[in-house]
């Protein structure tokens, strides 16, 4: 997929099942248009204990990877 050509990059309950969630929400942001959110819902608990919750940390170190513009939890 080329770079920034998504006007919306939405994943829901899948996060939490990738091996590098910082690399896959990388990936996320590579093919979004600027500004274009970036919608991460419902992660968590794995099965795979290596990726077993996807933290508020891991959230930072995506944000700041990407540069993102705000980042909010609910």
């Known amino acids: ?15 939490h099942e990738a091996h590098d969630p910082v690399a896959f929400l990388c990936e996320m942001a590579r093919v979004a248009q ?3 959110p970036v919608v991460v819902l ?18 930072r170190r995506f944000a700041e990877r990407v540069g993102a513009v705000s980042i909010a939890a609910t």
């Open 34 to 36: 600027p500004y274009a």
């Open 42 to 59: 419902g992660h968590g608990h794995s099965q795979d204990a290596s990726a077993s919750y996807i933290t508020d940390a891991t959230m």
């Open 1 to 15: 997929v080329p770079d920034a050509v998504a006007d919306l990059c939405f994943t829901c309950f899948v996060l």
